[in-house]
């Protein structure tokens, strides 16, 4: 029972896992599912999405209208308040990339990046994004510890530095 | 027994008559006495001016002697201590110009060596300053060169070479094995 609900839950919480791209995604779903929380037991009955519509209109409502079309969600309020701690429990604990560009990217590079770090480490992961121009070109990127930084700032500066002492780039 | 009074009458004026002489005998041996007490005075004030003239007399060249004798000896005194005291004068003053001299060469050396030390770190702290000017300078072009760079540079990247560089750097990220 329990494995099978683990099941459910692993495949319930990909569409929430696979909306989010950045940290800026993960904190607004955040607050939405603490909002539908606070709201499910207001003398209201049926889906997830029918409860929470009076209070938010956000992303989110979709994909529990498209989970309860698959039945994997929750029937009783019981378990739909344990299906949504469960969710924010998740999402919460997804592994987190800091990179930090030279330029503000697009929501498609944004989606492409995080798919493919995704891709690179087989689970998903959020960005922890930062702008910094002074790095000119390039990204840096953090995670579990370690740093890979591949900068034009960090090139230059190399080149200068050979330049100034005489030596050839 | 019974005399007649013309005996009794003789016995009288003799007896008044010796009496009398008696109180005569006295008043003279009185007269006598103090004429001779008189010149006993006389006499011993004459003994007493005597004496004391010796005396004096005697005083003055006893005195004179001593004092004669003293200065004598006080001036020999006062002449030996004032060679003394010459002495030890010439004795200090060597002392004290030897001093003066080993002062003023310790001294000079002193010098030449707080001089020597001096100069050498000078030198070593011109070198240093020098070097770390030098440095600062070569920082500030560094700095000036990089901004002027990173300006030119990160205006002239597109959004598709900023994209590009991007994928490089996760493609060498993966290579580093990060994920």
């Not at chain 2, 060169?145 to 597109?158: K, T």
């Not at chain 2, 959004?159 to 993966?174: F, I």
């Amino acid at each position: 029972m329990t494995t099978k609900a683990t099941i459910d839950n692993a495949v319930a919480f990909k569409p929430f896992e696979n909306s989010i791209f950045d940290m800026r995604g993960l904190l607004g779903i955040l607050d939405d599912l603490t909002l539908i929380e606070r709201s499910l037991f207001r003398d209201k009955e049926g889906t997830i999405s029918s409860k929470a519509r009076d209070y938010t209109s956000s992303g989110v409502i979709a994909i529990f209208e498209d989970l309860e079309k698959t039945g994997i969600e929750p029937a009783d309020d019981s378990k739909q308040l344990n299906f949504l701690k469960d969710l924010v429990e998740y999402l919460k604990g997804l592994p987190v990339v800091k990179v930090t560009l030279a330029f503000s990217p697009t929501n498609t590079y944004l989606e492409k990046l995080s798919n493919t770090i995704s891709g690179y480490s087989n689970k998903k992961a959020i960005l922890d994004l930062t702008i910094d121009e002074h790095i000119v070109g390039g990204a840096i990127f953090e995670y579990g510890g370690k740093v890979s930084s591949s900068t034009l700032d960090a090139r230059l500066d190399e080149v200068l530095t050979k330049q100034m002492t005489g030596a050839k780039p | 027994m019974n005399l007649p009074i013309e005996q009794n009458l003789i016995s009288l004026v003799s007896l008044i008559f010796s009496f009398s002489s008696f109180i005569l005998a006295c008043l003279i041996f009185v007269k006598i006495l103090r004429s001779h007490k008189e010149k006993n005075r006389e006499l011993s004030d004459e003994l007493t001016y005597a004496v004391s003239k010796k005396i004096d007399e005697s005083v003055e060249k006893i005195l004179g002697d001593t004092l004669a004798d003293s200065r004598t000896k006080i001036d020999g005194e006062i002449r030996k201590f004032s060679e003394e005291l010459l002495r030890l004068i010439h004795a200090r003053s060597a002392e004290l110009s030897a001093y003066v001299d080993k002062t003023q060469q310790d001294q000079a050396k002193q010098s030449q060596f707080y001089v020597a030390n001096m100069l050498a770190k000078i030198e070593v702290d011109a070198k240093d300053y020098r070097e770390n000017k030098f440095k600062e300078i070569d920082q500030e072009i560094r700095q000036i060169v990089l901004a002027a760079a990173r300006e030119v540079i990160g205006r002239a990247i597109s959004l598709s070479e900023h994209e590009d560089l991007v994928n490089k750097a996760l493609e060498r990220a993966k290579r580093d094995k990060l994920f």
